[in-house]
Structure formats: structure tokens, C-alpha cells
């Protein structure tokens, strides 16, 4: 499935690249593009085809509509990574870097780097107004995207919404757990499970009461989505996540497990926290420190407790949502691959 997912995005973009972005002035443009779409794990669309085989049969048409998220996905990750300044993505450089450099090559007036951010931006706008073409032009009938319409908008207004409250926290004020874990529903939770899930669901037919109950399993695996995100972000490496060494640390994001371990830390902890917070870069050593701090406080154990939990809440509204043995294994499976990732 995920190989027949890329081959229609990359198929989608090949065309719009060709037919539209050709003449933009930025030559390297489409091939960035391309690049930043052939692969991905295809969490977001499987989410959708699973809710749609929870009520119709295969079909084409529903496969090459749960594409369209993978554009979704890259708007998202281009402004995710302007957003976090990230250098990388996937083990390659993030796509305003790229862009800058395209720029400096060139020996083009003003700024590189605000030309490849400006670009990244704007390659992700056409991401997201291509993914509602393409979940358009697929086949399905009016009455089946009428159903999907509501949860889509919902989706992408949570995304920004979320990344409004992912702005304005900020880990210097040292927030609560509780309004970390509600971010970390809106822009990453909800958007990565709940959504495509019950978008898929509604589009097959699906009755309000399983609909339902898989928004109960979806938002429960999202969140363990996230904290599992959120440990990776502190103990990942970039052979791992992608990204830069300990980027959470980095960018010192007020993530689940930086703010329990604070939280859950003596006062001689705390004191080397905002040292470590406050610091002007952190090299290795800093990063192996923090990092160590984190795991004297107990705060990864206590978070792989929470998503022990919430996979457990999963599958409990699997229990109860109606659909047949054979989708609630395919469901209980995803919930694995979305939680036991290892850094």
C-alpha cells in the first residue's frame, strides 16, 4: 500500500510540477519537491484507507484519495522546519536550505537565507491547496467527500491551531504537562490519527457510533504518537529520526518528556535544567548531560508508562466500535508501529 500511495503522489506532483510550477522562476523548485515526497511512512494515509476498509471494499479510488494526505503532510513538514529552523529532513538538507543555496549560487541580491525560507513557505502552500485537488479528482462521488468534508476542515484547522500554541509555549516559562499534551493533540495527535481515521470511516458509510469510537481509538494513539515523538526528538540521531543530534534539546522545545523531567527533578536538577535552557549552545557534552539529567528524574519511564496507557485505551474502543476482527488487528498493528519505535 504505502508503495502504491507514493506512486500516486509522485505521479501528482510530476504533472502539477510540469503543468504549473514550471514557469515560477525557481528551476530547482519541482525537483525539491519530488524529492521531499518519494518516500515517508504514509502513517496519515493508511490511517484513512483503514477507516474506509472499516465499512466499504478495496477500492482505487479511496487509496489515491488517502494520497492526498501525503501532500497535507508535506505543507506541514516545509513550514515545520522553516518554523523550527531545522537544517534536515529525512537525511537530507530541509528544503530552505536548498533553497538558499540555489539562491547564493546564483549570486542573487538580498538574502539566501530568507529567500530559501520564503521559498520553502511557498512550495508548501502549493502542497496544500494540491491535496484538496487531488482528494478532488479521484473518483469518489459528491456524496462520499460531502462526508469527509467536515473532519478535512477540521483537520487542517487543528493543524494551524496547533502550531499557534506550538509558537507561544515556550519552555523557559516551564509549562504544565497538561498544556503540552493539549499542543500535542492539535498539531501532531490529531492530525496524524483521529482525523485521517475518521475522515476515512465517513467517507465508507461508517455509523456515528463507530465513527466515534475510532476518533476515541485515534486520539489515544496519536497522543502515544506524539510522546513517542517527543522521546525520539531528546534520544534521537539523525540515522533514526532524520533530523539533527537531540533537536528538541536543541531548539529547546517544551516537549512531554523535557517537562517531566523538570518537573519530576530535585532543586540541584532544576538549577542545571536552566542552566541548560538558557544556555547559548550546547555542544555534545551539554546534549549528553541533559540528556542524563532526564533520565535520573525517572521521566522516560514515566512517559512510556502514559503510552502503555493510552495503546491500552486504543484497544479497548476497538473492543467496542463495531468493526470486524480482521480491522480491529489491522488497527491494534498500526497502534504498535505508531508507538514502539525505537531511538
Known amino acids: 500500500m504505502r508503495q502504491q500511495v507514493l506512486a500516486e503522489v509522485s505521479d501528482f506532483v510530476s504533472a502539477r510540477c ?113 491535496a484538496e485537488q487531488m482528494l478532488r479528482s479521484t473518483g469518489l462521488d459528491r456524496h462520499q467527500l460531502e462526508r469527509a468534508w467536515p473532519r478535512y476542515n477540521a483537520m487542517r484547522t487543528e493543524l494551524a491551531i496547533g502550531q499557534f500554541a506550538d509558537l507561544a509555549i515556550d519552555l523557559r516559562n516551564l509549562p504544565s504537562m497538561e498544556s503540552v499534551l493539549e499542543v500535542a493533540r492539535k498539531k501532531s495527535g490529531n492530525y496524524t490519527v483521529r482525523r485521517p481515521l475518521e475522515i476515512g470511516a465517513a467517507m465508507a458509510g461508517c455509523g456515528p457510533r463507530t465513527v466515534a469510537m475510532l476518533g476515541e481509538y485515534g486520539s489515544a494513539v496519536g497522543e502515544a504518537f506524539q510522546l513517542r515523538d517527543d522521546i525520539l526528538g531528546t534520544f534521537g540521531t539523525p540515522e533514526t529520526t532524520g533530523k539533527p543530534n537531540g533537536g528538541d534539546l536543541q531548539e529547546r522545545k517544551a516537549t512531554s518528556v523535557i517537562v517531566a523531567a523538570y518537573h519530576m527533578g530535585d532543586a540541584a536538577t532544576r538549577r542545571q535544567f536552566g542552566e541548560l535552557i538558557n544556555s547559548d549552545h550546547l555542544d555534545d557534552d551539554a546534549l549528553h548531560r541533559w540528556r542524563s539529567l532526564i533520565c535520573a528524574t525517572g521521566a522516560v519511564s514515566y512517559i512510556e508508562e502514559m503510552i502503555s496507557d493510552r495503546v491500552e485505551i486504543a484497544r479497548t474502543a476497538l473492543d467496542d466500535s463495531g468493526i470486524d476482527v480482521a480491522m480491529q488487528d489491522a488497527l491494534a498493528d498500526m497502534a504498535g508501529v505508531c508507538t514502539r519505535r525505537a531511538a
Open 18 to 130: 510540469a503543468d504549473e510550477l514550471g514557469e515560477c522562476g525557481v528551476d530547482v523548485a519541482g525537483g525539491i519537491l519530488r524529492e521531499f515526497v518519494k518516500d515517508g511512512k504514509c502513517l496519515r494515509s493508511t490511517f484513512m484507507y483503514l477507516g474506509w476498509l472499516c465499512a466499504a471494499p478495496a477500492s482505487d479510488a479511496a487509496l489515491a484519495a488517502t494520497a492526498s494526505l501525503e501532500l497535507l503532510h508535506a505543507f506541514a513538514l516545509l513550514q515545520d522546519d522553516v518554523m523550527d529552523d531545522s537544517s534536515s529532513r529525512r537525511g537530507r538538507p530541509a528544503a530552505h536550505i536548498q533553497f538558499a543555496r540555489w539562491h547564493s549560487e546564483r549570486g542573487l541580491s538580498g538574502s539566501s537565507r530568507r529567500f530559501g525560507e520564503s521559498a520553502a513557505v511557498l512550495l508548501g502552500d502549493l502542497c496544500l491547496i494540491w
